[in-house]
C-alpha cells in the first residue's frame, strides 16, 4: 500500500506540472493569440539580417521613407506579425515551419500535422484539392477596394489567368513560379545541344550532365524527348496549346513503357540524378549542364560569377520542345483553419503580406524566385537588378560605347508597354556576334531594329539572370503545366522502381543463376564446415571409467 | 514527501522508451506491411516483392555492395588491428585513435571531402559508381571493423601462441590454426558491425551519385509515392534479413563473449 501511494503521489505531482503547463499556454492562446501554423519549402522566405551593402536602393512607396528602399532588417515572419498586430485588435503569432519536398508535406498531412496556410506546387495543390483538404478564401480576400488586398491588387494578370484556366484561384494564390531548363557551361557545350532534352542521352556529354533526382521532372524531360518531334511539328503558341498539354501530361501506359525505357537509357549516360548537389556540381566545374528548375539557374549562375577563385559564366537554356511552368501556391487547409474565423483573417493576411510589393522583391532578392507580384516596384528592381538595363531614348544614361541593346518584352507579364532594355552582351553567346537563337528570345515575334553586335563590358554580367527570371514570351508559348499524375502515380512510380533498381532481367539468365549457384555453394560451405563435427566425426566418447568434463 | 524510487519504477523511463520508440512503431510497420491502401488485410505486399526481379535485383545489389564492403573492410581492418594489438608500440593507442578518429566527425563531411579526393584522382567519379560507393562505405565503416577486431587480438592469450610455435609450429600455421580461430568472434562482430549498416546507407550512395537504389532508396522511393504499405514490407523484410544475419553470427560467436562490441557501445 505504501509503495502505491508514493506512486499516486508521484503522478498526482507530475499531471498538476503538466496540467499547469498546458493551462498556461492553454489560457493565452485561447483568449488573446491566435497561432497561424505556415508550412513552406525550406529556405522560401526572406530572413532577414541583410548587411548595409544589400540595400536595394530603388523608391519603395510602402516604406515610410521612399528614399530607403528596399531593405530585409527582419525576417518576413516578424515583420508580418508587427504588422499584423499593429493593424487588428487581436494578436497573432506564426509557427513558422519548413519541408523538403510536395510528397514530404503530403506526408505529413497524412500523419495528422496540422497546418492553416501551405505552400506546395501546383501538382500537390489539385492533389490537395481533389481530396477536399483545400479551405477557399474568403470574398474578402478578393475584394479590389481594400488597399491591404496586395494579392488581387498585385498580381500578374498572367499567372491569375493561369489559375482561373485551371479553376484553382478560388483556393489558391501563386507565390512563386517559373520554367525548367539547362544551366550550361557555354564554353564547354555546345548551344545547339542544350537546346533539346536530347542532351540528357546525348553520347558527346556522357557521364557530364546532370538530371533532378524526381519522378516528376526526370518523366517531364523525358516526355520532351518521345515526344519531342510532335512537339516541334505542332509548334508553338496559344493555338496548339491543349495538344501540347496532352503530349505532356501523357500517361498511357505504352508512354510509360516508353518512357522507362527511355529514362534506362538516360541514367546510363548522366552523370548523376541529383536532389540538391548538383548546384555545387554545376558551379564548381564538375559537371557541364544541369537540369534545373528556373529559381535555383538564377541561383546558380549568380553563385559561379561570384566564385572569387574562378568565375565563371554561365548560362540558362529552354530546351525548344517544351519547358514545365510550375507555380508554387498558398492554399489554406480546412483542417487547420477549422472555421476560425481570426485564424482564416491571419492566414490570408499572411499571403497579402507577402504579396506587398516590396516583400515581394525582398523574397526574389533573398531566394532567386520569381515572384507572382507583377507591380511597378517589381519592375523598377528588374530594372535596378540588372544593372546593364538602360533606355536608349533616355539621352541621361545613354552610354556611348553601349551601342547595342535589345529590347526585353516583359509586356506578357507586367502589361503592355513594359520592356527592360538589356545590355546585348548580356544575352551574347559565343563568338563575335550576337548568336541569339530565336526560340530562345522570341526575336521573331518581338525583336526590334537594333543591330545586334557584340558589346561586353569587361566584366561579368549579372543579365544572363534575367532571362532565368522572367522567361520570354516565346518560351512561354511552349510551356505546360504538368498535371497530377492522378491514378497513373502507382504505374509511373513502379516505372521509375524498374530504371532505378537493378533489374535481373537485364542479365543473362545462365550468369545469374551461376553467381546464385555459387552464393548458395559458399554458404552451404561455410555451414558445413561449422558443423563438421556433428556432421561427419562421431561424437568423442570417453573411454570406460573416464568423465568428459565441460571447458 | 520524500521522493524514493526502487528497482521496478526505476525501470519505467526505459519501459517507456521502449514501448514508445521500438515496439510501437515496430506495430505499426507491421500493420501498414500487411493491409493495403484501403486498410485490408492482404498478403500482397509480400508477394509483390517476392515476384518483381526489381525487388530482389535491389536485394541481391545491396548484398553484393555490403558484402564487398565487408571484404574489403576485413582485408584492410585485420592487418592494421594485428599490427596495432601486437606491436611493441609505446603509443599504440594514438595509432588506435588515429583509426578511430575520423568517427568523430560528420559522415556527410567525411563523404564530400572524400568525393573531391576521388574527382581529382579518377576524374569524372560517375563512371565508377560501384567503386566508389565500396569506397565511401569502407571509409565510412572502417573503423567498426578495426575495433572488434583489435580488442578480440589484444586479449589473446599469448602463450598459446608460443605453444604452438614451442611444439614447431611455422609462424603461418601459427597464424592460422591459433591466432585466426581465436580471433573470429572479433571478426564475426566486425562483420555485423559492417555488413548490416552497408546494406542500408544509401546517403553515401546518393553523395556519391551511384543512380541505383540500394534497399534503403527503395523504401524511400515506396514513401514518396504514398505508398506506405509496399515501403513498410520492405523495411519489414530487411528487419527479418537482418534478424536472421545476426542470428547465425551469433552462432558462430556464442561460445565467446560479445567479441569487443562493447568497445564501441
Known sequence: MQRFKRTLCITAALSIAACSTFSLFGCSTENDVVTLRVANWEEYIDLGDWGEDELIDIENEYAEDPEDGVFGENSMVDDF???????????????????????????????????????????????????????PFSDEFFDEDNEHNYYVNNASDYITG???DYGWSQYAACYMWGTTGIVYNPDLVDEEAVSTWNILRDADYKRQVTIKDNVRDAYFATLGIIHGEELLDIGYGDATADERSALLNDTSDETIAAAEDMLKEIKENVYSFETDSGKADMVTGKVLANYQWSGD?????????????NPTELWYSVPEECTNLWFDGWVMLKDGIDGDEQRKEA??????????????????????????IASDLVFDYMDWNYGFVFDPSDEEYFDEELTEVYEY???????????????????????????VSSEMLGEEEYGNDIEYTVYRGGEINRGRQLFGQYPTANIIDRSVVMLDFGDKLTDINQMWIHVRCLDLLDYNPVIVGIVAAVVVVIILAIVLYHFR?????????????YKKIEA | MKLRFNRKQLCIPYAAFLILFVIVPLLVIIYYAFTNGEGQFTFDNLVSFFSSTNTIGTLIYSFALAITTTLVCLLIAYPTAYILARSGFKKKYVLLLLFIMPMWINFTLRITALKEILTVIEGNIAAYPFLNSVIGMTYDFLPFMILPLYTSLLKLDKSLMEAAQDLGASKIRVFLRVTLPLSVPGIISGITMVLL???????????????????????????????????SMISLILLVIIFIVTLVTNRFSDKDDNGGREVIL
Open chain 1, 81 to 135: 506579425v508587427e504588422w499584423f498586430n499593429a493593424n487588428h485588435d487581436y494578436e497573432i503569432e506564426v509557427e513558422y515551419s519548413t519541408f523538403g519536398t510536395n510528397e514530404d508535406l503530403y506526408n505529413r498531412l497524412s500523419l495528422g500535422d496540422i497546418y492553416d496556410l501551405v505552400c506546395p506546387s501546383d501538382y500537390m495543390i489539385m492533389k490537395l484539392l481533389a481530396e477536399d483538404e483545400v479551405e
Open chain 1, 162 to 164: 493561369i489559375f482561373d
Open chain 1, 297 to 309: 539557374a538564377v541561383y546558380i549562375m549568380d553563385e559561379a560569377d561570384g566564385d572569387e577563385s
Open chain 1, 347 to 372: 492566414a490570408e493576411a499572411f499571403v497579402n503580406f507577402l504579396s506587398r510589393p516590396d516583400n515581394a522583391v525582398r523574397n526574389m532578392y533573398y531566394i532567386g524566385y520569381t515572384s507572382s
Open chain 1, 409 to 435: 518584352d516583359l509586356s506578357y507579364f507586367f502589361g503592355d508597354g513594359y520592356s527592360l532594355y538589356v545590355d546585348a552582351s548580356v544575352l551574347e553567346l559565343d563568338g563575335d556576334t550576337l548568336e
Open chain 1, 533 to 545: 563435427y556433428r556432421i561427419f566425426i562421431k561424437k568423442y566418447k570417453p573411454r570406460k571409467g
Open chain 2, 197 to 231: 549498416p552497408s546494406m542500408t546507407n544509401y546517403v553515401v550512395l546518393d553523395m556519391l551519385y551511384n543512380s541505383t537504389y540500394i534497399m534503403g532508396s527503395l523504401i524511400g522511393s515506396y514513401f514518396n509515392a504514398y505508398d506506405w504499405n509496399n515501403g
